[in-house]
């Protein structure tokens, strides 16, 4: 209950920088409220103004209106105001029912609209490592269900509650007017009618928190699948992965069971109490006008009174629900953007200086969680160089270069850029002096022109420019719109070699002094690679390139190569010095190298 309440508390925080619309909101609906009371007021002496002939009930009314003198009317001209004066206060009833329904809806649309401009910065601050631990469709489910239970709950149950609660008081002054004893025994009823209200909201709340949390795995095993549908077909998995997708729709039905008998419940327990509550009423009531000590106008207006409560209490009451919902989803909002990312700026950290020297890995250990995959590396790469990384699969080429531009921190050991530790610089400034080209090319669902300029500002002379020398510009010349061709959901109306030469294009537009290349030409045929790898060259002349490359002709270039194996540093030296030493680069240059390449080298 206790962080129930405290992040209803944020919610409603949220709320602040319009309070302006609140206030609004609110007045509306003390107009509302007042309103419904006067109608309330109004049905007792309306019935004996109908039903007697003189003036008497008419009279009780038209004292409300300012300026005017009842007693001075006859019943002809009441028969002008009574009418004129329900037209009023249905004019006012309508205004501010309206004014309160539009400020409060507009109020709980600007909280949403921040809380997701909010979680979707929170999402591009994070980490590849908050990724890995959090499916795609949990976080998409925050997005979605998650933040329109909470639209509901802002919108509508808070003005609800500001709206229920208001009305209420307001009927309940005049019932309190009208007849004091009769309002004790009615209201004797209401205390009772909370204690289901709260019990049911905190049925609903944990019911809800399962129902999201299972639709969120429904989420996830759809996107696997429709990502996965090829393999799951070719390899004939579609009954297993029917029968897994079936086992969460039915979790989901076992917990919307639960959900709807506690809904179901709730509308005629609460109906039941009110039953009763006007029951025990109206048997007192009906003795008492009988005995001469009630007036039947003043005990029509509160019967009125009594039946106008119902609406507003047993809204309250199915707000319950909407809040408990919400509560639930906000928690888990506030959890995303509570939760730092793994990797973040130093208290502190300073703008780094354009690159200038060297990169220096000084024993660098990393470990996934708890699985270490680089055991002290170290190894240094001055201005101007190219060094290429070799080793086996799963040796932690990608990992280490991974490094770099910090998608993860070192667990130990420092990686320093000019004699200073990376991290002591600001991310997006150390990030800006790196261009990549990652193993699997990231293009998104957008044209060329915007994959290409990745966020920054380029003429289209500069992108044929780059194009031209990622060996691209010819295939985007020929697609139908050009620069302006969307390319489909990571570029999935490309070939994978285009792909690549995107990512190249990429990169060299960023025109960064740092290159960290991931075999970024391994989907290219040789005769694009040359063309590539020469664009590549001139690029890297005045900058330091760390490739990871499976390709002799890009190893045999590099000034130095690396080579990793089960994430430690076995050899470092020339192409023709690591072949002399006949140790693992000799073993996978003849496996792999000599093999894929037919030059060889001179
Ligand atoms: N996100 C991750 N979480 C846990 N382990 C990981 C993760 N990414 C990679 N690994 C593991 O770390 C090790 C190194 O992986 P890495 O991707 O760096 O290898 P690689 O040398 O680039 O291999 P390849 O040549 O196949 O691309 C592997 O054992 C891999 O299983
Ligand atoms: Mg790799």
């Excluded at 409603?12 to 107009?31: K, S």
């Excluded at 049911?200 to 996830?220: E, Y």
């Excluded at 109906?271 to 509550?277: K, M, P, S």
């Excluded at 990030?431 to 293009?443: A, D, F, K, N, P």
Aim: charged share 20%; proline share 4%.
């Amino acid at each position: 209950m206790g962080s129930f309440v405290g992040t209803y508390l944020r919610l409603l925080g949220t709320v602040r920088p319009y309070l302006g619309g609140l206030a609004g909101a609110l007045l509306c609906m003390v107009l509302l409220a007042a309103t419904t009371a006067i109608y309330a007021w109004m049905v007792g002496p309306l019935l004996k103004f109908l039903i007697t002939r003189g003036g008497e009930g008419g009279a009780e009314i038209l004292h409300l209106i300012p300026g005017i003198d009842p007693s001075g009317l006859d019943r002809g001209q009441m028969l002008v105001w009574l009418p004129v004066f329900i037209l009023m206060v249905a004019a006012v009833k309508g205004i501010s029912y309206f004014g309160q329904f539009y400020l409060m809806g507009m109020v709980g649309q600007r909280v949403i609209r921040d809380l997701r401009t909010r979680m979707f910065a929170r999402i591009t601050e994070m980490s590849p490592a908050f990724y890995h631990r959090t499916p795609t469709g949990q976080i998409v489910s925050r997005f979605t269900n998650d933040v329109y239970a909470i639209e509901q709950a802002v919108t509508f149950a808070v003005a609800s509650y500001l709206r229920d609660t208001l009305e209420i008081a307001a009927l309940a002054v005049t019932a309190f007017l009208l007849d004091w004893k009769l309002s004790l025994i009615a209201f004797v009823v209401m205390p009772a009618a909370i204690v289901p209200i709260v019990t049911f909201g905190k049925r609903l709340k944990t019911v809800s928190l399962d129902g999201q949390n299972s639709l969120g795995r429904i989420a996830d095993r759809l996107q696997e699948a429709i990502r996965g549908m090829r393999i799951i077909q070719v390899f004939g998995a579609e009954p297993a992965e029917r029968r897994r997708f079936g086992e969460e729709a039915d979790g989901y039905f076992r917990i919307m069971r639960r959900s709807f008998a506690v809904r179901a419940l709730q509308s005629p327990v609460m109906e039941f109490l009110g039953a009763a509550g006007l029951a025990a009423t109206i048997g007192y009531a009906g003795s008492r006008v009988a005995a001469g000590t009630l007036d039947p106008g003043h005990f029509i207006s509160f019967f009125a009174a009594v039946m106008l409560l119902y609406n507003p209490i047993k809204s309250l009451g199915r707000m319950g629900d909407v809040t408990a919902a919400g509560v639930a989803a906000a928690e888990r909002v506030y959890a995303l953007l509570d939760t730092p990312s793994p990797v973040r700026d130093r208290p502190g950290a300073v703008a780094a200086p354009p690159f200038r020297e060297e990169l220096v890995f000084d024993s660098v250990t990393f470990a996934y969680g708890d699985k270490e995959v680089l055991h002290g590396v170290s190894f240094r790469a001055r201005r101007g160089e190219m060094v290429a990384l070799v080793g086996p699969s799963g040796s932690g080429k990608s990992t280490l270069v991974n490094l770099i531009p910090r998608f993860y921190d070192v667990n130990s050991g420092a990686i320093r850029m000019d004699g200073r530790d990376i991290r002591d610089f600001t991310l997006s400034s150390l990030r800006v002096q790196i261009g990549m080209v990652t193993q699997e090319v990231i293009l998104f669902n957008d044209s060329v022109r915007a994959n290409v300029c990745c966020g920054r500002p380029a003429d289209d002379e500069r992108l044929w420019q780059v194009l031209e020398r990622a060996n691209a510009r010819s295939f985007v010349e020929r697609l139908p719109q050009g620069l302006d061709t969307r390319i489909g959901e990571g570029g999935i109306l490309l070939s994978g070699g285009e792909r690549q030469r995107l990512a190249v294009a990429r990169a060299l537009l960023k025109d960064a002094p740092l290159l960290i290349l991931d075999e970024a030409t391994s989907a290219l045929d040789s005769e694009s690679e040359r063309e590539v790898q020469a664009a590549l060259e001139e690029l890297m002349r005045s900058r330091t390139t760390l490739v990871i490359a499976h390709r002799l002709s890009t190893v045999y270039r590099a000034d130095r190569i690396l080579v990793l194996d089960e994430g430690r540093l076995i050899e470092e030296g020339s192409h023709p010095a690591l072949l002399k030493a006949g140790g693992l680069y000799r073993k996978i240059y003849d496996m792999q190298f000599a093999e894929a390449d037919q030059e060889e080298p001179e």
